[in-house]
């Protein structure tokens, strides 16, 4: 019976793949104004909470990621304007991190791109302030001595569909809806 239970779990294991545990994350985020350049933009981090990478053999199959959204942060900034920024971002003006402390991303396929550096696609579901809509990234995909990293191109997604608006009235009119990201996580 040890045998049969045994063979069952490794069989399960095959079947659905292997989670790696997260060990490292960058993940860097811009924001504009309604004209999209450097000179309108802001920019800065998010830490990754907790995560891992789902193999099965050499590829690619799944994962779950969960961001801390209470460690938003402009890197852009300094001071009392860094200050004021972050404040902007975590509270009810944008991302209301008091309610939403976390957000999520859950890779749902990982098909190949045509692309010589970023060879995958990376789709899933990214949820934000309890919305959820499917996203998609070109992202460069190794695994090497028992570390898999995916690490995207930049790339965007529209914040309207999360609700993330200025709640500041005519404020909101004047900040693009394209918020870009670039995303490397490492599993062992």
């Known amino acids: 019976m040890k045998k049969i239970f045994l063979f069952a779990v490794l069989a399960s294991g095959l079947a659905f793949g292997q989670a790696k545990k997260l060990v490292s994350s960058d993940v860097h985020w811009w924001g504009y104004k309604i004209v999209k350049s450097k000179s309108s933009s802001h920019d800065g981090t998010v830490k990754v909470k907790s995560g891992d990478i789902v193999m099965k053999g050499n590829q690619v199959v799944g994962g ?42 859950k890779i749902t396929s990982v098909r190949k791109n045509n692309d010589a550096t970023y060879n995958s696609l990376v789709g899933g579901n990214l949820t934000v302030k309890g919305k959820t809509n499917a ?53 062992k």
């Open 64 to 105: 779950n990621f969960v961001l801390d959204m209470t460690s938003i942060n402009a890197t852009d900034l300094s001071g009392e304007g860094q200050t004021k920024l972050n404040g902007h971002l975590k509270n009810g003006d944008f991302f209301e991190v008091e309610k939403f402390p976390t957000a999520s991303f």
């Open 135 to 187: 996203i998609s990234f070109p992202a460069k995909i190794t695994n090497a001595n028992g570390v898999v990293t995916i690490e995207s191109n930049k790339f965007s997604f529209d914040r309207q569909k999360f609700d993330i608006t200025y709640q500041s009235g005519m404020k909101d009119s004047v900040i693009n809806d394209e918020i870009d990201m670039t995303v490397k996580v490492s599993a």
